[in-house]
């Protein structure tokens, strides 16, 4: 065996066991949901050859609660996912195109808003909330995270790619600045308005902090925040929260599965373009 | 059919940089004009003003009578083509071609009856539902031309449109924009780096430097009467020789030539004095013989054509390019003698203007 293949083996080595930790978690998750009382049970052998039931899942799906967990996180992600989609790529668009004064310091100022971490904001935009008095309203999970500087950023850069002469054409053609940005130019943006769309709805559904700061009543909580309380004070109920786990981490994995190239592509966004 | 007229146009950028400096010309309607001059002379520019797509810092543009300074691109009533075509690249061919017409909310039948009818004519009625990625640059320039065709405009505008395309294509190009032209008649403006193009195609010929017009006239005229050095180095190739010369005891001499004024067809011989002046002469007036000439040079190198050769010589520190057409005759080296007729030099003074 030469030197090469003995790297290639051992490289394969690393990656199978880096892979198996990745998917451990979620093989954990898959298989206490599917267990009545998981946590009954003292070895993992026990567990592998108890009965299975899908019980837990059809617990879940039949609260109300659950449901309007789910709901909520439909909403809230789906209203910031368009928000940054359309406000962003107007933002962009100006700061691609337009010249006015003070446009660098304003587009700096933005990108600098990218190097402050969210938890750092996390008592002063509280507080705007409560002065707004939207604490427990769709409001304070969707208003604040509709313009973001990432999205801004992404689309500029893309924006500033696309030959100006295109617009000139539509210009001369008859067409409006509106109609340009929303015909033209958001149709060309259309492989990294995917992937934003993509980033930010997952981040979105994923999102705990916040909306956990900004609701206290069960009817605005979203998923991730309504499962923690399944963690109940005395005892914790593994295989309902599993079950809850699994179903709000479904629309993820299939938004992987179906969108794997693109988010591939926002790996490596800013270069693309053909 | 409309005519243009641009009077002192002037564009000049914050810093202060002129881009266009006091334009001047008029088309006559059913004209093709050429801009043609180096790059970064301003002569896009001078092609964006008049689209409306740059502001005028000052002067006055007008098509027919109408000032159109203050009309936005698409109140102006052009078509206009882009060096690197400018498709909308989400839009098929066909829709590229109805989409100045569906802003203006034209019924869908004229609009399919009016690109079936554009795409017969511009040879695009196969590619009609492909996407411009799919075509390749003369398909795509096709395009480019028939979308600009499509509304019909008074005024069609050029810029660089065959400079993306390989050479055999920009020739076929270039026809097929003069057939069109010949048919629609419409006043066009047709920007280009290429002499070759500006000769070819324009009716009228704007020869543009430095943000100024150098000379506007025929191609003939220019060619034959360049106003300036620069207007008699840019067109011509190989270009035109420049040889130094001084007035002296009423002759042009330098250390290989002397011409009597009496020789030259000068309408004022009062207007010439002093020295540094320059002659001109183009390579195609100017003939290599083994014996004789007006003055001896030494060849450098020759350039073989085929059914011509261009010999290179050099005679004290000044090049001179002869066209010749017996190639075999001469090798580097070779001392040849040079005869010109006096008649066909151009002559200019020292702040390079034409005299003669």
Same mark, same amino acid.
């Given at each position: ?63 109300? +609660? *659950? ?5 909520? &996180?439909? /909403? ?5 996912? %368009?928000?940054? $989609? ?65 999205? +801004? *950023? ?5 924006? &500033?790619? /696309? ?5 000139? %054409?539509?210009? $001369? ?102 | ?356």
């Amino acid at each position: 065996m030469d030197f090469k293949r003995i790297k290639q083996i051992l490289l394969h080595i690393i990656l199978i066991i880096v892979a198996v930790g990745m998917l451990f978690p979620l093989f954990w998750m898959i298989l206490l949901s599917i267990k009545e009382f998981p946590e009954r049970y003292r070895t993992f052998a026990e567990m592998i050859f108890s009965p299975y039931t899908i019980g837990n899942y059809l617990d879940t799906l039949s609260s109300d +609660i *659950f449901g309007t967990y789910f709901l909520n &996180s439909v /909403i809230v992600a789906t209203l910031v996912t %368009a928000g940054n $989609i359309v406000f962003c790529i107007m933002v962009a668009y100006v700061f691609a195109r337009k010249d006015f004064p003070g446009k660098d310091a304003i587009f700096v100022s933005v990108l600098a808003v990218l190097i402050i971490p969210p938890h750092v904001v996390m008592i002063p935009l509280y507080r705007m909330m409560v002065n707004f008095g939207w604490i427990n309203s769709y409001f304070s999970l969707v208003i604040p995270w509709m313009v973001t500087p990432f999205a +801004i *950023f992404l689309l500029r850069q893309f924006i &500033s790619t /696309i030959p100006v002469d295109i617009e000139d %054409a539509a210009r $001369i053609d008859g067409a409006g600045q509106w109609y340009i940005l929303f015909r033209i130019i958001m149709p060309i943006c259309k492989p990294i308005l995917t992937v934003l769309g993509i980033y930010t709805f997952l981040g979105n559904w994923n999102s705990f902090l916040f909306p956990y700061l900004f609701t206290n009543d069960d009817f605005y909580r979203t998923l991730p925040v309504g499962l923690t309380f399944y963690l109940g004070k005395q005892s914790i109920d593994w295989g309902h929260l599993m079950a809850g786990a699994g179903i709000s981490a479904l629309p993820i994995i299939v938004i992987f599965i179906f969108f794997q190239k693109q988010i591939i592509q926002g790996l490596t966004a800013g270069a693309l373009k053909e | 059919m409309t005519k243009i007229e641009l009077k002192n146009i002037v564009k000049e950028y914050q810093e202060g940089v002129r881009a266009v400096d006091n334009f001047s010309i008029k088309a006559d309607a059913g004209d093709f004009v050429v801009l043609v001059g180096p790059s970064g002379c301003g002569k896009s520019t001078v092609l964006r003003m008049i689209a409306g797509l740059e502001d005028i810092t000052s002067g006055e543009i007008y098509f027919g009578e109408q000032l159109v300074n203050n009309l936005e691109p698409q109140q102006r009533n052009i078509g206009m083509v882009f060096q690197n075509y400018a498709l909308y690249p989400h839009l098929s061919v066909f829709e590229n071609l109805a989409f100045p017409l569906k802003i203006i909310k034209t019924n869908k039948k004229d609009i399919e009856s009016r690109v079936k009818q554009i795409s017969s004519i511009t040879g695009l009625g196969e590619l009609l539902h492909r996407k411009p990625k799919q075509l390749s640059g003369g398909q795509r320039q096709r395009v480019a031309l028939a979308r600009a065709l499509i509304r019909q405009p008074a005024i069609f505008l050029f810029d660089e449109p065959l400079s993306n395309l390989d050479a055999k294509l920009r020739i076929q190009m270039r026809s097929d924009i003069l057939d069109l032209h010949k048919t629609a008649g419409t006043t066009s403006v047709y920007v280009t780096h290429d002499q070759t193009e500006a000769m070819t195609m324009g009716t009228k010929i704007a020869v543009v430097d430095k943000g100024k017009l150098q000379q506007y006239g025929k191609p003939d005229e220019i060619y034959s009467k360049p106003q300036n050095l620069f207007v008699a180095g840019f067109l011509g190739s190989p270009q035109m020789n420049f040889i130094p010369l001084d007035l002296a005891e009423g002759e042009l001499k330098n250390s290989f030539l002397s011409i009597p004024l009496s020789d030259l067809s000068l309408n004022q011989n009062a207007g010439i004095s002093g020295s540094n002046l320059t002659g001109g002469i183009r390579p195609e007036h100017l003939n290599a013989d083994v014996d004789s000439g007006i003055f001896r040079a030494e060849i450098s190198r020759i350039e073989y054509l085929g059914h011509e050769q261009y010999i290179h010589c050099k005679i004290n520190n000044t090049g001179i390019c002869v066209r010749d057409n017996s190639p075999g005759k001469y090798t580097p080296g070779d001392n040849i003698g040079i005869n010109f007729d006096f008649k066909n030099m151009h002559l200019f003074d020292n702040t390079s203007l034409r005299i003669n």
